[in-house]
T-cell receptor
Framework: GNSVTQMEGPVTLSEEAFLTINCTYT??????LFWYVQYPGEGLQLLLKATKADDKGSNKGFEATYRKETTSFHLEKGSVQVSDSAVYFCALRSNYGQNFVFGPGTRLSVLP | NAGVTQTPKFQVLKTGQSMTLQCAQD?????MSWYRQDPGMGLRLIHY???????DQGEVPNGYNVSRSTTEDFPLRLLSAAPSQTSVYFC?????????????FGNGTRLTVT
């Protein structure tokens, strides 16, 4: 079946540090890949997405590249801010189905 | 736009009680779904619907019922609450089943069953 694996954390960084959150997936067909962010007390919000191999999604300084050869979609940001503290979820949607599969989430804490 | 609205935000139930978690969206989305979020397990799909009058089971459907009488509303019913159903519940919608559009989430309902 389809699945998503990501580092669970928590990840603690100092402000302006470089961020990488690893995400790998298993899926049939050619899935679309997503990163969602959840701030405290809120629902999940779409951060970025990529729908085919070698696509790069980007938003708010975050980037992730769809790597089919390594089945990965790692999230990166060059300089994190305290306001980036949140839980980040990697997710996929297979082109053979309508449902999304989510990873367990990675909690990020950024210290001033 | 209100987007996806969930009520209530918090609820405490005793074991064996029943209740309905409400979800409404004003974006005319065909697809709606319910997830539960538990620590270390991410989001797990409970039930979903691809349009009014159509529902199907997700990964963890036991103990929950749904119906979809209108495009806008997708309530989740707990028939006889159990402590294992203590969780945060999220409703999510997207425009259609054939697109790569993302899910839009509500702000969640935190349920405690004692």
């Amino acid at each position: 079946g389809n699945s998503v694996t990501q580092m669970e954390g928590p990840v603690t960084l100092s402000e302006e540090a470089f961020l990488t959150i690893n995400c790998t997936y298993t899926a049939t067909g050619y899935p679309s890949l997503f990163w969602y962010v959840q701030y405290p007390g809120e629902g999940l919000q779409l951060l970025l997405k990529a729908t085919k191999a070698d696509d790069k999604g980007s938003n708010k300084g975050f980037e992730a590249t769809y790597r089919k050869e390594t089945t990965s979609f790692h999230l990166e940001k060059g300089s994190v801010q305290v306001s980036d503290s949140a839980v980040y979820f990697c997710a996929l949607r297979s082109n053979y189905g309508q449902n999304f599969v989510f990873g367990p989430g990675t909690r990020l804490s950024v210290l001033p | 736009n209100a987007g996806v609205t969930q009520t209530p935000k918090f609820q405490v139930l005793k074991t064996g009680q029943s209740m309905t978690l409400q979800c409404a969206q004003d974006m005319n989305h065909e697809y709606m779904s319910w997830y539960r979020q538990d620590p270390g397990m991410g989001l797990r799909l409970i039930h979903y619907s691809v349009g009014a009058g159509i529902t199907d089971q997700g990964e963890v459907p036991n103990g929950y019922n749904v119906s979809r009488s209108t495009t806008e509303d997708f309530p989740l019913r707990l028939l006889s609450a159990a402590p294992s159903q203590t969780s945060v519940y999220f409703c999510a919608s997207r425009p259609g089943t054939g697109e790569n559009s993302p899910l839009h989430f509500g702000n969640g309902t935190r349920l405690t069953v004692t």
